[in-house]
């Protein structure tokens, strides 16, 4: 792991855990945010990434994986988690938004079902050149897919880094001054070059670059929408009195 991200700010460190396994270590206090990046850009690809979240009194952090292009910021896509911390016993908040070609606004909340603070959970991101696809320990949670034939943004054609990092979002002071997270990250995906993209190379399983969801998996999404979806902007009618954008009809 710690071939392919780069530690940037803060108090982030490379540890290893009771079982020997590398984990990085964000931390939060009353002086400085933290956070780290994958050292490769990537065109596509699945990421996987294990964290286990703040504890106990976390209202007012924001523990955030994000991927994002390093191009104009008006045409930059993104593909943005963030986990909205709460108070002693209050389930978290899984925020999700997406950006192409520098248009977002495209956001839908969670309320997670299980406590992502006791141990490790898996978050992913399946990016390919049909969807974008979310899923939390394997359950697909948010589906986006690629509507460019109907003039909706997608993104396509520019390279991605991976970001992590934990923050305030208010002037919350943080208990005992010092809290942090653990993360483990994993990424199988393309490496782009020359314009094109080179997939998998010495990684083996490159399923995840012609993946759509089956059945099993379509009801599993609308077994979280029904359940744990708290907002969705393609019902926000306060938002879009005008009527709701072109892609809510289908995703």
């Known amino acids: 792991m710690a071939d392919s991200i780069e530690l940037m700010w803060g108090n982030t460190q490379l540890l290893y855990n009771s079982d ?61 988690l963030e986990f909205l911390g709460n108070t002693t016993g209050e389930p978290y908040t899984l925020h999700t938004n997406i950006y192409a070609n520098g248009k977002g606004g495209r956001e839908k909340q969670y309320r997670l079902w299980f406590d992502p603070t006791e141990d490790f959970n898996t978050y992913s991101i399946i990016w390919n050149p049909r969807m974008i696809l979310i899923l939390v320990n394997g359950i697909p949670i948010r589906r986006v897919k690629n509507q460019m034939k109907n003039d909706t943004p997608f993104p396509l054609f520019q390279p991605m880094r991976l970001y992590a990092s934990i923050w305030n979002a208010d002037q919350w002071a943080t208990q005992g001054g010092r809290i942090k997270t653990d993360w483990n990250y994993t990424a199988n995906a393309c490496v782009p070059y020359n314009k094109s993209w080179i997939c998998s190379q010495g990684s083996g399983d490159s399923s995840w670059f012609n993946q ?40």
């Not at 945010?33 to 286990?52: E, N, P």
Request: glycine residues 6%; hydrophobic residues 25%; contains cysteine.
């Open 212 to 251: 759509e969801l089956d059945e099993e998996g379509k009801q599993k999404l609308k077994d979280v929408d029904d359940k744990n979806k708290i907002y969705d902007y393609c019902t926000d009618s306060r938002r879009f009195p005008d009527g709701y954008p072109s892609e809510c009809a289908s995703q």
């Open 20 to 80: 020997g396994h590398q984990i990085i270590s964000l931390t939060l206090d009353q002086w400085t945010t933290s956070a780290f990046r994958s050292k490769s850009q990537h065109l596509f690809g699945r990421f996987d990434i294990d964290i286990k979240l703040v504890p106990k009194e976390s209202a007012g952090t924001v523990t955030t994986i994000y991927m994002v292009t390093e191009g104009p910021w008006q045409y930059h896509d993104e593909i943005d």
